[in-house]
T-cell receptor, first 114, second 114 residues
Framework: AQSVTQLDSQVPVFEEAPVELRCNYSSSVSVYLFWYVQYPNQGLQLLLKYLSGSTLVKGINGFEAEFNKSQTSFHLRKPSVHISDTAEYFCAVSGYSSASKIIFGSGTRLSIRP | DVKVTQSSRYLVKRTGEKVFLECVQDMDHENMFWYRQDPGLGLRLIYFSYDVKMKEKGDIPEGYSVSREKKERFSLILESASTNQTSMYLC?????????????FGPGTRLTVT
C-alpha cells in the first residue's frame, strides 16, 4: 500500500518569488509519482509525472519536481510564481502494478500575493 | 481534448433522499472513478469501474453504490442521503493499461445534504 503526505496545507508567497511545495510518500514497492493542480471551481489536471529515468521532471506552466528515492520525496518547485498559479496542488502516488489506482495527498493551497 | 462532464455543479438534497450523480466522458476511456473531496483530506476514492457493469470498491464505499451500464457513463448513487455526505464529488476517467495513471477530471458536483 502507498501513502502520501503533504506537510503544508497552505503556502502564501509573493508574486515573482520562488516556491516549493513539499511531498513525501511511503511505499513498499516501486511507484509512479504525480502532481495534479486544481484551479478555482475546476476539476484536477495533471501537472507533471515521474515514471522512470531522470529524477528531475518538468511540467506545464514552468513547474518542476525532483524525485528523491532516499528521502522518499517528490517536492514541486517553481522559480517565479504568478497570480495565475493560485490553486490547490495535490501530490499523488500509484504502484507499478496498479497504475490506475492513485492515492492523493491532502493538498496544498498556494496563494499568491501581489 | 478529453471531456468529462458531471450533471450538476451544485445540488441540495434533504436527508433520506435518494441522490443520483451522473458522469459522462467522451474519450472512450475504460476506467472511471468517483471521489469525494473534503478540506484537509484530499481526494478519497469511493468506487471505480474498469469496464461496463464492472465495479470495485474504493477506500470509502459505505453509503454509496454505482452503476455503469454504458462505457461512457458512470453514476454514483446515495441510497439515503445523510448530512455527513455533504461534500464535493469528483468524477474521473482514464485509459486502461500503460497510460492509466493519467486521470481526467470533471468540474465536480458540490452536494449539500440538509
Amino acid at each position: 500500500a502507498q501513502s502520501v503526505t503533504q506537510l503544508d496545507s497552505q503556502v502564501p508567497v509573493f508574486e515573482e518569488a520562488p516556491v516549493e511545495l513539499r511531498c513525501n510518500y511511503s511505499s513498499s514497492v516501486s511507484v509512479y509519482l504525480f502532481w495534479y493542480v486544481q484551479y478555482p471551481n475546476q476539476g484536477l489536471q495533471l501537472l507533471l509525472k515521474y515514471l522512470s529515468g531522470s529524477t528531475l521532471v518538468k511540467g506545464i506552466n514552468g513547474f518542476e519536481a525532483e524525485f528523491n528515492k532516499s528521502q522518499t520525496s517528490f517536492h514541486l518547485r517553481k522559480p517565479s510564481v504568478h497570480i495565475s498559479d493560485t490553486a490547490e496542488y495535490f501530490c499523488a502516488v500509484s504502484g507499478y502494478s496498479s497504475a490506475s489506482k492513485i492515492i492523493f495527498g491532502s493538498g496544498t493551497r498556494l496563494s499568491i500575493r501581489p | 481534448d478529453v471531456k468529462v462532464t458531471q450533471s450538476s455543479r451544485y445540488l441540495v438534497k434533504r436527508t433520506g433522499e435518494k441522490v443520483f450523480l451522473e458522469c459522462v466522458q467522451d474519450m472512450d476511456h475504460e476506467n472511471m472513478f468517483w471521489y469525494r473531496q473534503d478540506p484537509g483530506l484530499g481526494l478519497r476514492l469511493i468506487y471505480f469501474s474498469y469496464d461496463v457493469k464492472m465495479k470495485e470498491k474504493g477506500d470509502i464505499p459505505e453509503g454509496y453504490s454505482v452503476s455503469r451500464e454504458k462505457k461512457e457513463r458512470f453514476s454514483l448513487i446515495l441510497e439515503s442521503a445523510s448530512t455527513n455526505q455533504t461534500s464535493m464529488y469528483l468524477c474521473a476517467s482514464s485509459l486502461l493499461g500503460a497510460d492509466s495513471y493519467e486521470q481526467y477530471f470533471g468540474p465536480g458536483t458540490r452536494l449539500t445534504v440538509t
